[in-house]
């Protein structure tokens, strides 16, 4: 988050926010955030959680567009934690700050707890496979509610549009590379079995398992794509925090996709052409969360952003290959 957003946040802002949701400042307590301000607090007896977000990360018509999406999943059943009214009947609250806004909302908490070594096994992949393909093959059927805006494509987002303004001015090479891999993926063929409104951001930080199964949230990502992102949001990620070594990486990445990708097929179905991309896809999220490093994180104190950039930005100037699989073998 940048140090401007974190300046006009107050407490003041903080107790409004909560107010809307019939909760006092002394009731809430802070449960973490990356790019937005998340609290936790208990009424009647359940957990809720609230986000407070900035309108320069997401404005007022973009959260209606993500909650809708979100409620159209929950209405399929599908496992998602649930936005819950204000005591205005809104889904959606603004606090105002200077010369902008706060955005504010609620949601019944994710019952189980964050994955961990515990929980990787052949089941848990699969079921994660399972839960991104149910949701890709939900969004087929999505539209948009009456008077809601449509949630902006994937390069439509802040982070794309001003990469540059975040990286330092010898990083014009790691721009270039963005830019000619977002050229790349903007010649793929789109189509209603390929792409969609998905979640975009499925790693294990956004979702709590109970007796193996996924309850996910933080839609916040939430854009156009094409669905072979989503799978490797969630392999790039299992990577950069499991795996010890290059070689290592590849005995991982074998596990991970044929169970993850059982648990896919049995509920939506992609091509061989469409899997042949996982690997731009790969390189496109190493690229991100190199911007998003820059953008949102000191890294004079934070070793693991520090590594990840020292690590990375070589590979991604030499444009290396993720990793060294043929990603076709997982469609049957």
Sequence with gaps: MEAHIKALFSEQ????SGLFFGVKLEDLF?????????????????????????????????????????????????????PVLSINQHLVEKVDSMESYFTVSSYIKAEGERPNKKHFDDTFFFNY????????????????????????????????????????DTDEIIYQRFKELIAHLNQLPIHQNNYGLIH?????????VKDKNLCVFDFDDSSYMW?????????????????RDEKDQVG????FM??????????????????????????????????????SVDLSTNQFASNYIKKHRYRIIDKQKFIDID??????
């Design 13 to 16: 802002v903080l107790e409004k």
């Design 30 to 82: 802070e449960v973490g955030g990356f790019e937005n301000f998340i609290y936790g607090y208990k009424k009647e007896g359940k957990d809720y959680i609230l986000r407070i977000s900035h309108a320069s990360h997401r404005t007022y018509e973009e959260l209606l567009s993500e909650l809708d999406f979100v409620n159209f999943l929950a209405n399929q059943h599908a496992n998602v934690s649930i």
């Design 129 to 168: 496979g399972k839960t991104i393909g149910e949701f890709h093959k939900l969004t087929k059927a999505y539209k948009p509610d009456k008077g809601i805006i449509k949630r902006f494509n994937w390069d439509s987002d802040p982070l794309f549009i001003h990469a540059r303004s975040y990286l330092l």
């Design 200 to 208: 975009t951001d499925i790693h294990m930080g956004n979702f709590f």
């Design 227 to 243: 669905f072979v992102s989503d799978i490797a949001i969630a392999l790039f990620y299992y990577l950069e925090f499991s795996a």
């Design 252 to 255: 991982i990445s074998q596990f």
């Design 258 to 295: 044929t169970h993850f990708m059982r648990g896919y097929l049995s509920e939506n179905k992609l091509t061989k052409q469409d899997m042949e991309t996982m690997d731009d896809f790969l390189r496109l999220r190493e690229l991100v969360l190199y911007i998003v490093f820059y953008r």
């Design 327 to 332: 990603f076709t073998q997982y469609i049957d």
